[in-house]
């Protein structure tokens, strides 16, 4: 039914192509289009999470390799974010939200008849391409439709749907698994790919600074994709190899070559894709700074709690979703309040106490244990949620201030970039301590078949489903792993928030405030 919906819209794209240009709706409907657009592939990115114990059994996947089946979306994601977002820049940013939406759309829908872990491995990756090219003609759209002065409240309701929509998003999941199986999570995207898709053909107006005879940096591109590629493969597989090992070691030094290199060719590169000079912007510096590890944190919170709250507590995917939800209920209203937050005592004020908010509510969390009250994981779960609601907006508006007017194509992939790589990375470093952990502390009774045994220190979620003993003791050591991860995201959280107190300027605030003459970005219209 689902594809045969997305073919039926296919036709009725292409009628509307050949009439003509579609219409356009004013901001308040432009918003609207590219918010569920965004809210589709800001979800798709944590909803699995909810799923992983459902695709384990019928996939019989690894624990590292259920950590390739949510961090695949996520590198293909970050990898191609700052080429997508020059390329919207150039050709459009409408059509390059047109694109990504068939593309994650069409890989979503073949994604529901997968039948291995590296069958959906892959088709997460395609899945990514397509977000690539939505998420930062999202943000650059708004920032291209609303005038100066209405920009930084525009771009406060993208940072609540982009924060929020992934817990949403997860509870949608979660709620789909009580009737129907994981490859539900896949139809979503479809559904939403699909509205989302007529919203932008018949709304959204298309906005570009047109080719000015320069060449897109492709040699910038392969070798930031390399870069991220070797270096969140190094860190997955840590587990597996051993963190001391001449494969994990070499490999991690590998990929900080190739990007010591990726930022020599764009400091040498007369059209860079991201010059690093734009990083002597103590502004834009610290807005990155601070998404890269919200959104660290957050992922590697999600990824390692929704498998404690299925596995050791016994809850189905749509209580645990529920579990989680005082974050969301926390972070978007603060998120729609922190403009007035920051005009009143200032963005690095409002920046920094969220950041140290992000790593008491980790650290409380770190404290959960077998048998502990709920109460103790919703006292770190609210303040991890105000915390990330302050701080993700004025970070945000720092990295969309910090580029000129025609590279906010570029500004707003840098600001999908910090969320996205340190997403990946989140995963892949506290979903690895979290496996090196469990597995180091895993004690298996010597009755345990020596084929479960393997099963069981390969993959938690198989050790949750072989119940008894097994069980048991996979759900002590993996509480083990939770307590030591989230430490590590919790000590991310303090440096990051000593490090904006020092970058972000003490006066900053929304240029759009500040100075009304701001250039703003023409829509282009077809």
Known sequence: MIIALAAGLAAFLAARFRRGAPARGGTAVVTAVVCLALGAV?????????????????????????????????????????????LGDRYGRRRA???????????SAVAMTASSANE???????????????????????????????RTRAVSVWAAVAG????????????????FSWRSAFG?????????????????????????????????????MAGLTVLVFSIIEAPEAGWGSARTVGGIAAALAILA?????????????????????????AGSLSIFIQFFAFYGFAFASLQYLQGVRGYSPLIAALAVLPLAIAMMPTGRITPKLVARVGARNVCVAGLVLVAFGLAVISRVGVSSPYWLLVA??????????????????????????????????????????????????????????????LRLPPVVPAGLAGRARGSFALAFHAGGPVRTAAG???????????????????????????????????????????????????
């Open 120 to 150: 959906l491995i892959f088709l997460r990756g395609l899945i990514g391409l397509g977000a690539a090219l939505v998420m930062p003609a999202t943000l650059s759209t708004i920032t291209g439709t609303y005038p100066p002065a209405e």
């Open 164 to 179: 929020g929509s992934a817990l949403l998003g997860m509870l949608c999941t979660g709620a789909l698994l009580e009737a």
């Open 188 to 224: 979503v995207n479809v559904v939403l790919a699909v509205i989302a898709l007529a919203g932008t053909i018949l709304f959204v107006p298309e906005s570009s600074h047109p080719d000015d005879g320069t060449r897109l940096d492709t040699g910038g591109a392969l070798l930031a």
């Open 476 to 526: 002590t050591a993996f509480t083990d792993g939770i307590h030591t991860g989230l430490l590590y995201a919790a000590g991310a959280a303090l440096l990051a928030a000593v490090a904006v107190a020092v970058l972000l300027p003490r006066a900053a605030r929304s240029r759009h405030v500040a100075h009304h003459d701001q250039p703003e970005l023409a829509p282009v219209t077809r």
């Open 42 to 86: 800001a979800a798709a990115m944590a909803s699995l999470n909810v799923a992983l114990p459902d695709i384990a059994r019928s996939t019989q996947a690894t624990q590292t390799q259920l950590e390739w089946i949510i961090d695949a979306y996520s590198l293909v994601f970050a990898s191609l974010l700052l080429p997508a977002g020059a």
């Open 261 to 285: 290199i990726f930022a020599g060719w764009e400091l040498r590169h007369r059209h860079p894709m991201l010059d690093p000079r734009h990083f002597r912007n103590r502004q834009l510096s």
């Open 97 to 107: 939200l047109i694109a990504g939406l068939v593309i994650f759309g069409a890989g």
């Open 380 to 441: 770190g779960l609210v303040p991890l949620g105000i915390g990330m609601g302050a701080a993700m907006t004025p970070a945000t508006a720092a990295i969309t201030e910090g580029l000129p007017a025609a590279q906010q194509g570029v500004g707003s992939a840098l600001n999908d970039l910090s969320r996205e790589v340190g997403g990946a990375l989140g995963i892949a470093v506290i979903g690895s301590i979290v496996a090196a952990v469990y597995r180091s502390n």
